[in-house]
């Protein structure tokens, strides 16, 4: 039998008769997922949150905050409750800021020509460094690998480094 057949109509109908008839259940358990799910949670913003600022962000990034701004809310009702959580589901528009930043400022000026991209990678360690020369290296293979393959890893940090590298004194 395909996809619309009687056993895929009679599973999918279980799963959803079975999340109506605990629907109350999930409402006394977990008050926030039961707002998410019902579709009824609108955040509102504390003070210190700028509203024109929320709605300036692109869409991944405003249903990250929107996210977050429900996390902080539930969790700020309940005395000595870390705050943490509602600040980790940013990260992943953090990180997809970052590797924005990175590769708007880097992609353009990157060399066409591999022999040309060792060089363009390897050639500045000889300035002064606050890090380690090895540390450098391991940060071009990092940006290296954003640039080529869109597959940087820890965005904030190679976003830090670049930053890092790009105000340290000229000299040598």
């Known amino acids: 039998m395909g996809a619309g057949s009687w056993p895929t109509l009679v599973s999918v109908a279980a799963t959803t008769l079975d999340a109506l008839l605990h629907e109350k259940e999930i409402e006394e358990q977990a008050p926030l997922f039961a707002a998410v799910l019902s579709g009824e949670a609108k955040p509102q913003p504390p003070a210190f949150v700028d509203k024109s600022a929320l709605e300036a962000l692109p869409p991944q990034a405003r249903k990250a905050a929107d996210e977050a701004l429900l996390m902080f809310d539930f969790l700020s009702k309940r005395e000595g409750a870390s705050l943490a959580p509602a600040f980790n589901t940013l990260l992943g528009a953090i990180d997809s800021a970052c590797r924005a930043f990175v590769t708007s400022r880097l992609q353009g000026a990157m060399p066409a020509a591999p022999q040309?991209?060792?060089?363009?990678?390897?050639?500045?360690?000889?300035?002064?460094?606050?890090?380690?020369?090895?540390?450098?290296?391991?940060?071009?293979?990092?940006?290296?690998?954003?640039?080529?393959?869109?597959?940087?890893?820890?965005?904030?940090?190679?976003?830090?480094?670049?930053?890092?590298?790009?105000?340290?004194?000229?000299?040598?």
Do not use: C, T
């Open 116 to 172: 040309d991209q060792r060089a363009w990678f390897d050639s500045y360690f000889s300035r002064p460094a606050s890090m380690p020369v090895p540390h450098y290296g391991k940060f071009a293979q990092n940006v290296r690998k954003l640039l080529l393959f869109g597959a940087g890893m820890m965005p904030i940090g190679m976003l830090r480094n670049s930053l890092e590298y790009a105000h340290r004194p000229s000299g040598g």
